[in-house]
């Protein structure tokens, strides 16, 4: 069974950074996309951030370019964040697809595995 774990999400004021991380257990990321997904309060679930480890490929959502970045170290994925915003508020979640061909490798529809997420708040 895919397992995939969040962790090092919480609070933090705007302008500052947090470190998220998704570990994958009892299969490799090799050939895997790993996806980062937000649902703030009230709103529907969006892409934040796509790392494709055949390729080390990346996708960012525009909102998020710039100040997120995703790594891969072995068998967990990282998104850092910078100069986060109160908007960036929101439950994140990490998922995983084998299916990462195609222009729209990083659309959440395609993603078959998921965490429980990780809550981030973004407050002064």
């Known amino acids: 069974q895919v397992q995939l774990v969040e962790s090092g999400g919480g609070s933090a004021q705007p302008g500052t950074s947090l470190r998220l991380s998704c570990a994958a257990s009892t299969f490799t990321l090799d050939y895997y996309a790993i996806g980062w997904f937000r649902q703030a309060p009230g709103k529907e679930r969006e892409g934040v951030s796509c790392i494709r480890t055949s390729d080390s490929g990346t996708y960012y959502a525009d909102s998020v370019k710039g100040r997120f970045a995703s790594s891969r170290d072995k068998n967990t994925v990282y998104l850092q964040m910078y100069s986060l915003k109160p908007e960036d508020t929101a439950v994140y979640y990490c998922?995983?697809?084998?299916?990462?061909?195609?222009?729209?490798?990083?659309?959440?529809?395609?993603?078959?595995?998921w965490g429980r997420g990780t809550q981030v708040t973004v407050s002064s």
């Open positions: 998922a995983a697809t084998w299916r990462t061909s195609g222009g729209d490798w990083c659309s959440q529809v395609r993603y078959d595995f």
